[in-house]
């Protein structure tokens, strides 16, 4: 069968409760003012007017708390506004309340009293019967916005906890790919050549190895650390790849505002591995990597001259990490550029304030 049958048939279903929920509602209605009138055929006979217009009243007041709850569900979130929410809801769906209910009563009057038409209906008449519509509506709309901000609590919920299983995962991930025996083994390597060549740089070079392998250990538990800590660590990082790769590899880091920005840790080394694994480095080619500043936001960009045809620069599983690290601390989320010189990685810089509270 297709998804068209199955969608028809769920919108059938749905249709065929909304009616059956109404006319539920409309006999107990009924019930309440007339329960003998239900005796008899001619019990029935007696309210069956009645009887419509409650099911239309009614079905009016449900179908609207529907309708205005289905159209801010998209646009105002309860989570992030509730107060927004609240009063937008309320305020829309009584309104809708009142100018439907004012005119099914005036309908009403007008149709079933003969002696009442437009030239001499009381209109503010009118307007006070819809006094006992509205009152239902508030029970209503109570229930609708009830359940409606239990569903997004629960599912802002679970998403969180989601996200925060990933970034846990994700953060688990960069310590294993930081201690990879690929990478220990070019830093051994490098060492190892540096210790006859060079025993002053060799020196500098594991100072440089012990610090990366610290900042690794000390932030694999922390949601945000400092621009400033990633920096150092960015510093650390690049030059030691600079000790290795000499004049294939050249970078810079211009940043001039460090205080109350925060990061994700351990973003700047996945796009600075990311750059150096996938991009050619060599005296004749030698890799540019460039960290600057632009506002709230940390660029990172090399030249791109991939080591193979199809190579995406790195956008793979690393990136998509910090993607949902974001997803979880903030509404920002990374921006990635590449055109046929130059791949970039936006990375939104956040700010917190007391309680911990995360700018967005």
Not at 253 to 263: A, M, P, R
Not at 295 to 303: A, E, F, G, M, T
Request: proline share 2%; charged share 20%; with cysteine.
């Amino acid at each position: 069968m297709s998804k068209t049958f199955f969608g028809h048939a769920t919108i059938f279903k749905t249709f065929r409760r909304f009616i059956l929920l109404n006319l539920l509602i409309a006999t107990i209605l009924m019930l309440a003012q007339c329960p003998e009138c239900f005796l008899s055929f001619d019990g029935l006979n007696k309210i069956k007017v009645e009887y419509i217009f409650s099911f239309l009243m009614s079905s009016s007041i449900s179908f609207g708390g529907f309708k205005v709850e289905e159209f801010y569900e998209k646009r105002v979130s309860w989570i992030k506004a509730p107060l927004k929410r609240f009063i937008l809801t309320s305020s829309t769906y009584l309104t809708y309340t009142f100018i439907v209910s004012f005119i099914l009563i005036s309908a009403y009057v007008l149709i079933n009293v003969e002696e009442v038409g437009f030239h001499n209906i009381s209109w503010a008449m009118m307007a006070r019967n819809t006094i006992y519509p509205i009152l239902v509506a508030l029970i209503i709309i109570t229930i609708f916005i009830s359940r409606s901000w239990l569903f997004e609590w629960r599912n802002a919920a679970l998403e969180a906890e989601q996200l925060k299983t990933a970034m846990l995962s994700s953060q688990n991930q960069f310590l294993k790919d930081q201690l990879n025996p690929h990478f220990l083994f070019n830093s051994l390597n490098t060492l190892s050549n540096l210790v006859f060549d060079d025993a002053a740089k060799s020196a500098d070079f594991i100072q440089q190895l012990s610090k990366i392998y610290r900042y690794v250990l000390d932030v694999q538990q922390e949601e945000l650390v400092t621009l400033e800590q990633e920096l150092d660590f960015a510093e650390n990082y690049l030059s030691l790849q600079k000790i290795r790769l000499d004049s294939s590899l050249n970078y810079s880091i211009l940043v001039s505002e460090k205080n109350e920005l925060y990061l994700p840790p351990l973003s700047l080394q996945l796009l600075l591995e990311n750059a150096i694994k996938h991009n050619i480095a060599s005296m004749e080619k030698p890799l540019r990597i460039k960290i600057l500043q632009e506002k709230d936001k940390l660029i990172v960009q090399n030249n791109l001259q991939l080591k193979t045809i199809g190579n995406e620069g790195g956008k793979g599983i690393g990136l998509e990490n910090i993607i949902k690290r974001y997803q979880l601390l903030s509404d920002k989320k990374p921006l990635v550029f590449k055109d046929q010189n130059i791949f970039s990685v936006e990375l939104p810089l956040l700010s917190i304030y007391k309680y911990g509270n995360t700018d967005h």
